[in-house]
């Protein structure tokens, strides 16, 4: 769809709100455009493209670190790569918590 991004993406997900749709998955990017909308509040927005910082970006785009896609006011991170492809899974887990719970401090 030819267009400005911002507006597409947060028409479509006030619509989506506007059905009923219990949240939405969304770039980091975008996160904060969406929470910002009314119809947005109590919803859910799920995030994926969501990189350690430091990771390779690999064939994502549009990628944050999992500290930055929370600020903008994501609820659900998906980070699948950075992990399971990690030499040791449990301990790029536990740094991306980490990661996290130094933005909460």
Same mark, same amino acid.
């Given at each position: 769809?030819? =267009?400005?991004?911002?507006?597409?993406?947060?028409t479509?997900?006030?619509r989506?709100? @506007?059905a009923?749709?219990?949240?939405?998955? &969304?770039?980091?990017?975008?996160?904060?455009?969406?929470?910002?909308?009314p @119809?947005?509040?109590?919803?859910l927005?799920?995030?994926p493209g969501?990189?350690?910082a430091?990771?390779d970006a =690999?064939?994502q785009k549009r990628i944050e670190t999992?500290?930055?896609?929370?600020a903008? =006011?994501?609820?659900?991170?998906?980070? =699948?790569r950075?992990i399971? #492809?990690? &030499?040791?899974?449990?301990?790029a887990? #536990? &740094?991306?918590?980490?990661?996290?719970?130094a933005?909460d401090a």
């Amino acid at each position: 769809m030819p =267009g400005d991004l911002a507006e597409i993406v947060t028409t479509r997900a006030a619509r989506a709100f @506007e059905a009923g749709a219990d949240g939405i998955i &969304a770039s980091p990017r975008e996160a904060a455009l969406i929470r910002a909308l009314p @119809e947005a509040k109590g919803r859910l927005i799920v995030t994926p493209g969501v990189r350690p910082a430091g990771s390779d970006a =690999g064939d994502q785009k549009r990628i944050e670190t999992p500290a930055a896609a929370i600020a903008a =006011g994501s609820d659900h991170l998906v980070v =699948g790569r950075p992990i399971w #492809q990690a &030499a040791d899974p449990r301990a790029a887990a #536990q &740094a991306i918590i980490a990661e996290i719970s130094a933005t909460d401090a």
